[in-house]
């Protein structure tokens, strides 16, 4: 018997490419975009034309980009999330109370998804926004779901997408990974220490459900400068502890 493909759809499969692509590079033209997937040029613009007809996609002088019809299916799908609905008002708190970034994350396909932010005021700028997916073991919030799925799960995860470096201070040795999220587990908060940004520090904590199972995780960020001593020690986790624990409350009973 012939092992089933990947992608049962193949055409299908080359469409999501070729926008996932157009993200990254953002924004490209046909002879670009063809170069960067090894794909014929007709096949390339058969496909863009077709998204640029759907709406899905603009065309800006012949180069390419993502169109804000994406921003309506990404919205749609993040409201109708009751953690983001539970979550968000807490993590402004969290943002106002420390002046720094309050994150929320959820994973899906074994990557991290960021669902909502927030500034503090002295927070710094930032490379993440809403809807950006990164690898879960280089962030503290990554971190703090992986320490609750199963060791079976992490696995799968770790065999999927690897673990790569992003910061020469990334975690990429899957013994030591496991090692910290054994300590995660004891110390109930994960700790980000420029894993993912250099000059940068993170404190998360999971969002579990009533069965320790983790629906996402919420963190604070800061430039390591100010995230010493006591300040990243004990201030910072104890803020980000007792907002998971108000949102977990709220998860169960609203």
Do not use: W
């Not at 396909?109 to 932010?117: C, D, P, S, V």
């Not at 400068?225 to 201030?235: G, P, Y």
Request: glycine fraction near 8%.
């Amino acid at each position: 018997m012939s092992q089933r493909p990947k992608y049962p759809v193949q055409a299908a499969a080359t469409t999501f490419q070729i926008v996932e692509t157009l993200h990254e590079l953002e924004g490209a033209g046909v002879a670009e975009l063809a170069a960067e997937l090894e794909m014929p040029k007709s096949t390339v613009h058969d496909h863009l034309r077709t998204l640029t007809e759907a709406e899905y996609l603009v065309n800006e002088g012949g180069t390419y980009h993502v169109g804000a019809r994406f921003l309506e299916l990404g919205g749609f799908a993040r409201s109708r999330m009751k953690l983001y609905q539970v979550a968000s008002p807490e993590i402004k708190k969290l943002a106002e109370e420390t002046g720094e970034h309050a994150n929320l994350m959820i994973e899906e396909h074994g990557k991290g998804i960021f669902l909502n932010k927030f500034k503090g005021d002295d927070a710094v700028t930032l490379d993440t926004h809403i809807g950006k997916r990164v690898h879960l073991h280089t962030t503290a919030l990554g971190k703090a779901i992986l320490a609750h799925r199963s060791e079976s799960t992490v696995d799968e995860i770790i065999d999927r997408h690897g673990l790569p470096a992003v910061t020469e201070r990334t975690i990429t040795d899957e013994a030591e990974l496991k090692a910290q999220l054994e300590a995660i587990r004891e110390r109930g908060y994960a700790i980000d220490d420029e894993e993912r940004v250099l000059g940068m520090r993170c404190i998360a904590a999971p969002i579990c459900d009533e069965n320790d199972e983790p629906l996402g995780a919420i963190s604070v960020s800061g430039p390591t400068n100010r995230f010493t001593d006591d300040r990243f020690d004990e201030e910072i986790p104890k803020h980000v502890l007792s907002t998971a624990n108000v949102i977990e409350v709220n998860m169960t009973y609203s």
